[in-house]
């Protein structure tokens, strides 16, 4: 589906369409400050009875806020403003009180606990009971009917951990139905998804709104909006937009961005300028990679060379060996046994330990920025100026004044948007957070700079600000390796896209003879 192409959505019979009062929820003049931080003003939002309505905006805008505010994570009276459910005024104080009245949230980070049995996670907190004790047989049989109902073919008994990500978000929606939920919310479900995954949790939803489910979903993946929405809404900067019928006119996603960043983005991925691509920065020969701890190889004699000012773009399904290679080639280690050869401008090098990796002028940016790339609980300063300490020394100490200085230059480089380079990083928006993520390894001047899923999980505004500062960094001469699942953004910021399967490479592509479809045959092979 092209980007501007409407909603597909199949319409309801007019006679079963709702009317004009017929909301399932109604959130009014919605207030919500933090210290230093209006995060929602004067915000009014309604739902439909029976209708996927998908809540959009860039990271920051208040969505997850306002999500929160409606489930009870923030109690009433810690904001100003109504909610209205079902015709009749609510004052959650809890999660539980929002439970009660039918309303589940299911959120990015999944809550399951991983050494549990599916059909244990499904009723956790809410047991089934008999005579006062758990009644295993009735949890087992319950959670059976749940997982058919929801289209998971697993055993009930299967611990969560043992499952894939998809079906660990399909167990998150089943816990959710067990608790009779009439208004379920969503915030960002597909992120880590595959394609295949997230078009089975679209399906499911469909499904769930034929049963008389009402969903909210809240999604940076636009073209996934276009395709399920019944209604859209947009916030920015804490307020309401605009909200619109998905089956009154046609939507597009140029609109939807427009309202969402307050202009036009007329190109997704900005043109690169001043950009000479030069000599071979850094290879690898016959890379291969053995995992004593799954007992077998996950690469494959890998061939492939990065040039200075060049982005390659590395593509392939879950599981291909893409972050693998990353790991392995950036000296994190520690289980892996390596054969091949690496070279940087030329010049053999064996690296051994990420210490190494950022000595030679390497640097690697984690997909995943909350587990492995930021301190959250660490101020932006802290952060950015991590990967240096020696730069900032002064005797045995750091020099104070000199961290502040660094760090406030990246900090405006990046264009964070913060109150000051001392606020918590944890605190930050998501597009921020990758941007103080990237900010902390440009601090120890790389010249190849591998990118691990580089916009996941982050609006489409945010989006081109990283890439316009990918960018910049070719065209001063860095060498840049992308992974991506998204293939618009493999082909829309690569040079040269190599092709995973399975741990092998399975091809070498130019970006301008390369098409979606060409990768997904390779990707598969």
């Not at 309303?103 to 549990?116: H, K, M, N, T, W």
């Not at 049995?117 to 499904?122: A, D, Q, S, Y």
């Amino acid at each position: 589906m092209s980007n501007d192409e409407h909603v597909t959505a199949a319409m309801a019979p007019a006679d079963e369409q709702p009317g004009p009062e017929d909301y399932i929820l109604e959130m009014r003049h919605i207030r919500k400050e933090f210290p230093g931080v209006v995060a929602l003003d004067d915000v009014s939002f309604r739902v439909k009875r029976g209708e996927i309505h998908c809540l959009v905006g860039e990271n920051g805008a208040g969505k997850s806020t306002l999500m929160k505010v409606l489930s009870g994570v923030y109690p009433h009276g810690t904001y100003s403003g109504e909610i209205v459910v079902n015709g009749e005024p609510q004052r959650f104080r809890g999660i539980a009180d929002s439970e009660k009245a039918g309303i589940a949230i299911i959120y990015q980070e999944l809550a399951l606990v991983p050494d549990l049995p599916i059909h244990e996670n499904i009723f956790f907190g809410h047991e089934i009971t008999k005579a006062g004790m758990i009644d295993w047989e009735a949890t087992r049989t319950q959670a059976a009917q749940m997982l058919e109902r929801i289209r998971v073919k697993v055993n009930p008994d299967t611990k969560v951990r043992d499952v894939g990500v998809g079906v660990q978000q399909l167990v998150e929606i089943g816990k959710a139905l067990s608790k009779d939920v009439h208004l379920l919310i969503l915030d960002e479900p597909t992120a880590a998804l595959t394609e295949d995954d997230c078009d089975n949790l679209l399906e499911i939803l469909r499904e769930l709104k034929a049963q008389g489910i009402t969903c909210i979903l809240i999604s940076h993946k636009l073209s996934e909006v276009l395709r399920i929405a019944d209604s859209i809404t947009v916030l920015r900067d804490g307020r309401t937009v605009t909200s619109m019928d998905a089956h009154a006119r046609v939507v597009t996603q140029a609109e939807i961005v427009k309202n969402m960043v307050g202009r036009e983005i007329t190109n997704v991925f900005p043109p690169r300028e001043g950009v000479t691509i030069g000599d071979i920065a850094f290879e690898v020969r016959n890379w291969t990679v053995y995992d004593p701890a799954k007992g077998r190889e996950i690469l494959h004699n890998v061939n492939l060379d990065v040039r200075r000012g060049e982005i390659v773009g590395l593509a392939g399904l879950l599981g291909a060996g893409r972050t693998e290679l990353a790991l392995s080639i950036f000296g994190n280690t520690p289980r892996y046994h390596i054969k091949g050869e690496m070279r940087l401008a030329g010049q053999p090098v064996k690296i051994t330990s990420s210490e190494r990796a950022i000595r030679d002028k390497m640097a690697y940016v984690t997909e995943d920025r909350k587990r492995n790339g930021l301190i959250l609980i660490q101020s932006i300063k802290f952060n950015e100026t991590l990967t240096d300490l020696r730069r900032l020394q002064k005797g045995p100490f750091i020099d104070e004044q000199l961290e502040e200085r660094v760090a406030r230059k990246y900090f405006e480089d990046m264009d964070v948007r913060a109150r000051s380079i001392e606020q918590i990083a944890g605190t930050l928006s998501g597009g921020n957070q990758q941007k103080v993520s990237l900010a902390k390894w440009l601090l120890p001047e790389p010249e190849l700079l591998i990118l691990d899923e580089p916009t996941r999980g982050i609006d489409v505004g945010a989006k081109y600000e990283i890439y316009c500062i990918m960018n910049d960094l070719v065209a001063k001469g860095m060498s840049i390796i992308m992974i991506s699942s998204e293939l618009p953004e493999i082909l829309g910021m690569s040079d040269r896209i190599y092709v995973m399967a399975e741990g092998f490479i399975t091809d070498v592509m130019d970006a301008h003879d390369a098409t979606e479809e060409k990768i997904m045959h390779r990707a598969v092979a």
